[in-house]
């Protein structure tokens, strides 16, 4: 694991290069699936998670695509520790089954383009998932069982709401 340092110029110092790079090279080192972290170089704090927000805010900044609004309503809504420790599993398995569709889809049409169709500005890229359907000849354990696991989330998820509701 690459360790980067943060100095209190807010300048990144990439250990392993012996110099400086910027946050497009931090989105570049995750669009690679490159393991690092970065640290704080006085104190030795991780500020992974802060810089890599900063690489998402910096992204929308420059007209990228960036994450749902409701995605982020979201994530401000569960800043309870309970909410968030749920949000946090829940995410995970989101993105489990994300990473294993994109697999699927490779290996069963390697001449389709992964890139999602782009969604009116109040609809999610799961909500254009739903909407997709699966191509004829198309293994019945990718897509399909895929937007099952979805369902079974989304329907374990406002089981947690309600719980979370209750006194």
């Given at each position: 694991?690459?360790?980067?340092?943060?100095?209190?110029?807010?300048?990144?110092?990439?250990?392993?290069?012996?110099?400086?790079?910027?946050?497009?090279?931090?989105?570049?080192?995750?669009r690679r699936a490159e393991d690092f972290r970065v640290i704080d170089a006085k104190s030795g704090q991780d500020l992974t998670r802060r810089v890599l927000t900063q690489v998402v805010l910096e992204e929308a900044r420059q007209g990228e695509a960036g994450p749902p609004v409701e995605f982020l309503r979201h994530l401000i809504l569960a800043s309870d520790p309970d909410k968030q420790s749920f949000l946090n599993w829940y995410l995970g398995q989101a993105l489990e089954a994300y990473g294993r569709m994109q697999a699927d889809w490779k290996t069963s049409a390697p001449e389709v383009p992964l890139a999602p169709r782009r969604a009116s500005s109040d609809q999610t890229d799961t909500q254009a998932v739903e909407t997709s359907e699966p191509k004829a000849g198309q293994s019945s354990s990718s897509p399909g069982n895929l937007l099952d696991e979805m369902n079974?989330?989304?329907?374990?998820?406002?089981?947690?709401e309600q719980r979370l509701k209750q006194p």
């Open positions: 694991m690459v360790t980067i340092k943060r100095y209190p110029n807010r300048r990144l110092y990439d250990s392993q290069l012996s110099s400086y790079i910027t946050l497009g090279d931090i989105a570049e080192r995750v079974e989330l989304r329907r374990r998820m406002a089981e947690m």
